[in-house]
Each structure stands twice: as C-alpha cells, then as structure tokens.
C-alpha cells in the first residue's frame, strides 16, 4: 500500500510518501524558520498563511520525488492534532479536497503517534512491547506501546514541553529561534558541570515531566550573570541547562523501561535530536540491558513520512475514513 502523509500541525508544511508503512519513497518539509525568526516564536496566523503557501508545491514534491501519482496512491493520511488549529486546517482541508477529487481514501492521524511510530521508517526495528520517549516543543510523553494502536500514557509534562524549555531559554539567553539546535551548538563549547540548575523528579516514582522551574531557574541566573558574569560564560549555561533537561529525560525514560520492564527503548519528537541526550541515553539503555532506537534526525522533527506510517496502520485497522474529519488542537493518543 503506498500512503502520502501530511502534516502541518505547527511550523513545518511537510509531506511524505511511504510504502507499508515502512519504506519513505519522498519526505519533503519546508520550515517556516525564517518568517518565525523575528518574532522569537512561532506565530500561529503567520503559521496558517505559510501553510496555505507552501502545502501544494511540497505535496507535489513529495509526489514527484517517490515518482507516483494520485492514482498511485492507496490512502492519504493527514494530522489532525494536537497542533496549532489554523495550521491544521490547512492540511486537513487540503487533503478533503485531494482525496474527494481523487477518490483516494482520506484517513486522521494524530500527530503523537507519528513520533512513535517515525522508528518504523528505519531498518532496524524495535519488537512490541517497547517504552517511546516522545520529546518536541508541544510534548514530553512517556508511552508503553504494546502493538500498533495501542499507547498507554506512563508519564507527560505538567507545564512546559522539553523542547518548549530550550526555545526558551534560548530566546532569553539572545541565541535566537529555533532554540534546541542553537544551544546544543553552544553548548558544545561550555561545561555542563559548571552551574547546577534544578532537576524537577517529583514525587518518587513518578514519570511526569516539570520544565517550568528549571526554565525560571535559567531565567534568574541570566539577570544576575548579565551583571556579573565572574568566569562564566554563555557556553557554560547553556551546556549546564541542557544537562539538566538530559539528566530528567533519562532517568524518567530509564525508570519506565524499569517499571514495565520493557527490553526497548524507542526516542521521537524534535528534542531527539539532541545529540547529548541520543548517546547519555545510549549508554543508560545498555547499562539497563535495553536497546535503544533512534530515527535519523530527519524523521525526529515534524515530518510527513511518519504521517503516512501512522496512517497506513489506522487503514489497516479499519480506522476512520472520510471526509467529515474535523481537526483538535488537544488531542491525547
Ligand atoms: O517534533 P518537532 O519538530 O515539532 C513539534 O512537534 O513540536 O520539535 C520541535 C522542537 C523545538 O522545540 C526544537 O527546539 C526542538 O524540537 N529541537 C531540539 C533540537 N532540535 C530540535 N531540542 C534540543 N536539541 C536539538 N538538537
Ligand atoms: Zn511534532
């Protein structure tokens, strides 16, 4: 079955095309970096505008790259949330109006379990059942997947996304939009053992998520380092706070792993990017005689292709077909 997937919950217009579920013909995403940058953040109605720009050229791409066309198509899967509403309705809208003139099956992912399952677009495969770390600038969600379709929620942020607290941070340490790759970069010149931010754990045993505090933390820090700055230097917060944000990531993934007693790890979302956290989580797995899986950064951040993965699998359980879908900005698996 050949699906093209698309998305375009928050800044990336991005379509995909892949093969049951598993092998990407095409996965093309126009970033909206450049319009967002001025304003330090994305912003949601410049989002739409883009969107409504972009989605024909890059779903025409992304046909033309995998070398098929509509008629090839055995199903179109589109997010319809969580995400940004206006940029929602972009896609969704889109792909009503592709599939009706088409014929071609419209199906409604949610964007979360494209994270999860981006891993199925690799070649090494995690068997079922397997812990998913799901990171990116809307979510920090721990998962216990036992098969396809079926996520059980172990552990989710009670503020701010992980990836939420590096744009952040970013923002106010003046290294711009967006923030995740701007400090890593940074980061690699500074140590991470210089300042001790907070690490929020919880109650024991818990697999939620605290960002706020350590975001406020940082925060602090700055004013009085502007005015002060002894021998510290930028590099040094930002490697400091991004060991802090990998230190929480791990020891919560790790616990998960532990308490489900699961033999795999699968990471998703912008954050697992991160080169950091990808080898201290590495390490950590190996040690817990887990393995740990990674999709390359491409299939990390926003992306079609794990649209159309999510959706072949949604076919294939017989899952929602039509065209009077309608798109949620909240949206839990
Ligand atoms: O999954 P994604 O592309 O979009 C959402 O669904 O949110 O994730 C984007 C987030 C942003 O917050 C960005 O700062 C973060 O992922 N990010 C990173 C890195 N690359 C992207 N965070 C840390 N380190 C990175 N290398
Ligand atoms: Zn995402």
């Known amino acids: 079955m050949i699906l093209l997937g698309i998305d375009t919950s928050c800044d990336d217009t991005s379509a995909g095309v892949v093969v049951d579920g598993r092998r990407a013909l095409s996965n093309v995403v126009h970033s909206q970096v450049k319009v967002h940058h001025p304003h330090g953040g994305v912003v949601p109605e410049l989002a739409s505008r883009e969107h409504i720009k972009n989605i024909m050229p890059v779903v025409e791409e992304a046909l033309n790259r995998a070398k098929v066309g509509l008629r090839d198509l055995d199903g179109i899967a589109v997010t319809i949330g969580p995400g940004l509403v ?22 409604g992912v949610n964007h979360l379990e494209g994270h999860i399952l981006s891993i199925f677009l690799e ?13 990116s600038g809307g979510h920090t969600n721990l998962y216990y997947v036992e098969d396809f379709g079926q996520y059980t929620l172990l552990g989710q942020t009670l503020d701010d996304a992980a990836g939420e607290a590096f744009d952040k941070v970013a923002k106010i340490s003046g290294l711009g939009y967006p923030g995740g790759v701007a400090i890593e970069r940074v980061a690699r010149q500074g140590r991470g053992d210089r300042i001790r931010f907070p690490r929020a754990y919880l109650t024991k045993g818990s697999l939620d998520f605290s960002f706020s505090g350590l975001k406020t933390a940082v925060s602090l820090f700055m004013k009085k380092w502007e005015d002060h700055p002894d021998d510290v230097a930028l590099a040094d917060i930002g490697a400091s706070f991004q060991e802090s944000v990998v230190d929480v990531l791990v020891d919560k993934a790790i616990l998960a792993l532990r308490q489900k007693d699961a033999p795999a790890l699968v990471l998703g979302g912008g ?30 951040t926003d992306n079609g292709a794990m649209i159309a993965v999510a959706g072949y699998h949604r076919l294939q359980s017989g899952h929602c077909v039509g065209l009077d879908l309608d798109v949620r900005s909240r949206f839990p698996l």
């Open 86 to 107: 206006g940029a929602l309705l972009v896609g969704l809208y889109y792909a009503k109006g592709v599939s009706y003139a088409s014929g071609v099956p419209l199906v």
């Open 123 to 135: 070649e090494q495969l995690p068997d079922f059942p397997f812990v998913a770390l799901t990171v």
């Open 271 to 300: 954050v697992a990017c991160n080169q950091r956290l990808r080898e201290r989580m590495k390490v950590r797995a190996v040690e817990e005689g887990a393995r740990l899986y990674t999709p390359r950064p491409e299939y990390c």
